[in-house]
């Protein structure tokens, strides 16, 4: 069974920076693509970015300042945030997907102060 562990939220405030990491464990595959998506309080969860074959994917209100990249070991995926605003606030979770299959994670908490 694949688990998927988030780490690096925090608080900071308004123009900082903050990185995320993620790491998928418990399978010997390749997650075909790797991402991460938020949920601010009383909204739906939405998409940030995403990587599948080494090419990044980002949602308009995040281009520019975020900057997401694969690692090594393999499973492994970062989220690079410059230029933090308060709108960023939320939960962000990662997910790893293979085969149709999405693996999600608890969820690390960023809160950025005005």
């Known amino acids: 069974q694949v688990q998927v562990v988030e780490s690096g939220g925090g608080l900071v405030q308004a123009g900082g920076s903050l990185r995320l990491s993620c790491a998928a464990s418990?399978?010997?595959?390749?997650?075909?693509?790797m991402g991460w998506y938020r949920q601010a309080p009383g909204k739906q969860r939405e998409f940030v970015a995403d990587i599948t074959s080494g090419k990044p994917s980002y949602a308009d209100s995040v281009k520019g300042r975020f900057t997401i990249s694969r690692g090594d070991p393999k499973n492994t995926v970062a989220l690079q945030m410059n230029n933090l605003k308060p709108e960023d606030t939320a939960v962000y979770y990662c997910a790893a997907s293979r085969g149709g299959v999405d693996c999600w994670g608890q969820g690390t908490q960023v809160t950025v102060s005005s």
């Open positions: 418990g399978t010997i595959f390749t997650m075909n693509t």
